[in-house]
């Protein structure tokens, strides 16, 4: 589902803010530092919650780390009190705490909202500042699943700023597939 977003940027986010799925554009705007394939072996899935608190390359990331930190753990708040006893949550939760101080300080306060449609400012290391709206939507048939998909406003310089993310995904992909056909034709 989240490739017929093309080189608009979708994940699939699980319940314990676990990345299960992403295109190519997700990950080059969120964690191209971390493997593509990533999502697909559960013990190294990227966990948004851990990223933003634990992840150097994500606290740089967005211009208001201290929002998208609130935001966090006010999501986190909202999927502990639907799911009390989620013992992968409270573990995440726990580990969190003993990692993070800002987490821990800012889980202390108890802030609990939904954050469902955000337009945030990213700076990102390749393509430079861009301003992105954010909608999240839960998937009815997948218990706590949830879809992001991030866009740019038409003509600005945040969309050109995205496309040129999508273009060089693309063109990495591109080199890496050529790359790997070369690999393969020399050891034959």
Not at 122 to 135: A, C, I, K, Q
């Amino acid at each position: 589902m989240i490739d017929a977003f093309g080189d608009v940027p979708a994940l699939i986010i699980g319940r314990c803010s676990d990345v299960m799925a992403w295109n190519h554009t997700a990950h080059a705007l969120l964690a191209g530092h971390l493997p593509y394939q990533a999502p697909a072996q559960p013990r190294q899935r990227p966990n948004i919650a851990r990223l933003v608190f634990l992840d150097p390359h994500t606290r740089e990331l967005y211009a208001d780390w201290r929002g998208k930190a609130r935001d966090t753990v006010a999501d986190l708040r909202m999927t502990a009190a639907r799911y009390p006893d989620d013992p992968e949550l409270t573990e995440l939760i726990g580990e969190l705490t003993l990692n993070s101080a800002e987490f821990a300080s800012l889980w202390a306060a108890h802030p609990v909202h939904k954050c469902i449609t955000p337009t945030r400012v990213f700076h990102h290391p390749l393509v430079g500042s861009m301003t992105l709206n954010n909608e999240l939507m839960e998937l009815s048939h997948d218990a706590g699943q949830r879809m992001a998909v991030f866009t740019a406003d038409t003509d600005s310089p945040s969309a050109a700023a995205l496309r040129l993310l999508a273009d060089l995904s693309t063109a990495s992909r591109e080199q890496a597939h050529v790359a790997a056909a070369d690999a393969n034709g020399s050891s034959r």
